[in-house]
T-cell receptor, first 113, second 109 residues
């Protein structure tokens, strides 16, 4: 089936530890996005990438890093510099074109131990 | 001021009611508009795109008012299964998307 796969579904981070969230899509979409959602809040954009080997910061990029070495993959690293990482992380992708919507993976819940 | 704003609700309506949500956006260069539905602890799922002339999909009608910079979603004949949070999304001309915080709807028997 075509889709966006995020893993793991649940992740726990220790103090001072970096963790990486995986996002893979087989939809041949050009653009990929990472959002963070806190309880009762909307989605806040962390990073996005429109093509391979290129990405841009969103509104809350501090404490996060990404890479886009392959079209189908856009991993997000939550670094130890991110002091409040507990949230629901959503990856999305979209086809190029003005009116193309985003489609989401089923998310990763990150908690701090 | 947030770039995309929605009334957070909650909206509590009886089955069969008609309910409308509004969403305002501040960036006049915004190009594309969408409504998503998000169930509790799940990812958002596309409900419908919003076209300039307005569009309808069954019980759902979406409208865009570029002059006043808002989009709306109308749900007719509400069902229990419509209970969810509804997010509006706005694509800017640099291809990133901004979401509202969502409007929570509960449809009661």
């Amino acid at each position: 089936d075509g889709g966006i796969t995020q893993s793991p579904k649940y992740l726990f981070r220790k103090e001072g530890q970096n963790v990486t969230l995986s996002c893979e899509q087989n939809l041949n979409h050009d653009a990929m996005y990472w959002y963070r959602q806190d309880p009762g809040q909307g989605l806040r954009l962390i990073y996005y990438s429109q093509i391979v080997n290129d990405f841009q910061k969103g509104d809350i990029a501090e404490g996060y890093s990404v890479s886009r070495e392959k079209k189908e993959s856009f991993p997000l690293t939550v670094t130890s510099a991110q002091k409040n990482p507990t949230a629901f992380y959503l990856c999305a992708s979209r086809r190029a074109g003005q009116n193309q919507p985003q489609h989401f993976g089923d998310g990763t819940r990150l908690s701090i131990l | 001021r947030k770039e995309v704003e929605q009334d957070p609700g909650p909206f509590n309506v009886p089955e069969g009611a008609t309910v409308a949500f509004n969403c305002t956006y501040s960036n006049s260069a915004s190009q594309s508009f969408f409504w998503y539905r998000q169930d509790c602890r799940k990812e958002p799922k596309l409900l419908m795109s919003v076209y300039s002339s307005g569009n309808e999909d069954g019980r759902f009608t979406a409208q865009l008012n570029r002059a006043s910079q808002y989009i709306s979603l109308l749900i007719r004949d509400s069902k229990l299964s419509d209970s969810a949070t509804y997010l509006c999304a706005v694509k800017r001309n640099n291809n990133d998307m901004r979401f509202g915080a969502g409007t929570r709807l509960t449809v009661k028997p």
